[in-house]
């Protein structure tokens, strides 16, 4: 085969082939006598599996995991997969925090604020709590006032009193505090709760997609261990 016929079946250039074979994705090929490189099934499995795998795991984690594979190192390999799919678990599992936080705040909407911003004290009240867990709140970064110009106390506004409600509600609720700035960071990037709502479901989309992806690659690389493996077993044995 030459590196058109590898090339054809993705879309890609022959030197695009060339410079896979060139950077280790590819299994050693062998050259005519003319020079010319001699590519096989196995190659061709070989640019599938990681072309599959960039899909997931990105462009240079693919190369990587082809490297390990085709030195040999397949123990390198698997760990990087799978320390993609622990990553990826861990980002579903700050994606359902998130989601199940949103789901455990009052349906009740606190009366807006209207008029100046509150003070420190005023919000406590609000809130029935004491005046140490806003500025806590405000070291952990759930809630992020600003400052008078001319006192240089605290004022807090329309959205940092909403984020003081929610955060008081998630506390209630037994969530720590780094997962309530979590959430209020989500809230605050998507722009509101009907946003994050839309976000959330967004990011469960890419979530799914991933997972796709990287199931793809795995079963693409595991057909390309299985030709390695038979290619291996039809060596002749030298004595």
Known sequence: MRPIDLAREHGLSAQAVRNYDAAGILPPTERSKTGYRRYTPLHAQALRAFLALRGGHGHQQAVEIMRATNRGDTESAYRLIDAAHVALLAERNTRTEVATALGSLSTTTPAPVHGRPLTVGELARRLGVHPATLRTWETEGILRPERDRATGYRQYGPDCVRDAEIARQLRRGGY????????????????????????????????ITRSRTLLSGAAQLDAYLTMLDQTQQERPTTW
């Open 176 to 207: 720590p505090l780094h997962q309530v700035a979590q959430f209020i960071d989500s809230l605050r990037e998507a722009g509101g709760a009907d946003a994050l709502t839309a976000f959330l479901d967004s990011w469960q989309d890419r979530l």
